[in-house]
């Protein structure tokens, strides 16, 4: 009876090890890897290059009105926290006959400091005036990207109290000194403002700095741009699925692509790095392109190529 026993509990041990053996082989199968040959065409169109800073909206003119003689007693003071005025219009009267005080600058009246019959020195703040119309915002740009940064640039912006609206300025001051945080540092870019309707003094902002803009461009996907050592190429595929190796010269670039100035022509194919890929994991083979790191404030998507501007076409 014992030795029944004993081989039916064999028989069962067999089968359960034949049974794991079977369920691991058929995993690995299902885990093998399978590699992706990724392509994308030579596409032409616009590149622009952006970098982005944020903010907060700040008056262009914003200043203190001062008195400019001694001990002179005012007679009469003509405006109020409040009022608009313009430059040249008078804001003081004194009793001697002296010369008023008067607006250095447009914009609206933001606090009076004297009365009629105080008497006030050289110097004495009388008046502040801030012009709400004349608006500009200072953004904090990253160190690496501030050479970029020019005078003049163009600017899109947008204001987080109106989110369905974009305004447009111009870079006006970029900063000679920045400030240091968490070991990394930032420069103040100051941007005036075209046509600031309903922003408000201290609204936070967003600004995307147009720093260099290709009409016509040939571009790529960065990882279709190999190097080795000081060379940059690409590997061009023919119709026939033949590939071969084409140095090329690089120009403007975005996070996703790259100018390509000399080496290929619009509509060609390259080959971009492999992508391995099991039932767990997928991961992506091949040289990235070196030394050629992107604006890392971003860049536009191109416009104006051939087909969608991904940069990547089917296998």
Do not use: C
Request: proline content about 3%; cysteine-free; glycine content about 10%.
């Amino acid at each position: 009876m014992k030795k029944w026993i004993w081989i039916v509990i064999s028989v069962l041990v067999v089968g359960y090890v034949g049974y794991q053996w079977f369920h691991t082989k058929n995993s690995e199968a299902s885990t093998t890897d399978t590699t992706q040959v990724r392509t994308a065409a030579v596409q032409k169109g616009k590149l622009e290059v952006t970098i982005s800073g944020s903010g907060t909206v700040e008056p262009v003119v914003t200043q203190d009105v001062k008195a400019t003689e001694d001990n002179n007693e005012i007679d009469e003071v003509l405006v109020s926290a409040g009022d608009e005025v313009s430059e040249g219009d008078e804001l003081v009267t004194f009793t001697d006959d002296s010369d008023p005080i008067t607006a250095t600058t447009a914009g609206t009246i933001t606090s009076v400091s004297v009365a009629s019959g105080d008497r006030i020195n050289k110097g004495s703040v009388v008046a502040h005036i801030t012009n709400y119309s004349n608006l500009q915002t200072v953004v904090a740009v990253d160190e690496l990207d501030i050479p970029k940064v020019k005078v003049n640039q163009t600017v899109t912006l947008t204001v987080s109290a109106y989110p369905d609206a974009t305004y447009t300025g111009k870079v006006t001051a970029v900063a000679e000194e920045g400030s240091s945080e968490s070991g990394s540092s930032t420069f103040n870019v100051t941007i005036h403002i075209e046509k600031p309707t309903n922003l408000k003094v201290g609204m936070s902002t967003s600004a995307t700095i147009l720093t260099a803009s290709k009409t016509d461009a040939l571009y790529v996907p960065v990882d279709g741009i190999y190097t080795n050592n000081d060379e940059k190429y690409v590997i061009i595929t023919d119709s026939s699925g033949t590939t071969s190796q084409q140095t090329v010269t690089t120009g403007i670039e975005t996070d996703e692509y790259v100018e390509i100035t000399k080496g290929v022509t619009e509509g060609q194919t390259v080959q971009l790095p492999e992508v391995s890929s099991n039932s767990s994991s997928t991961s992506q083979q091949g040289g990235m392109m070196g030394g050629m790191g992107g604006m890392q404030g971003g860049g536009m998507p191109p416009s104006g190529g051939q087909g969608a501007p991904s940069g990547k076409t089917g296998n």
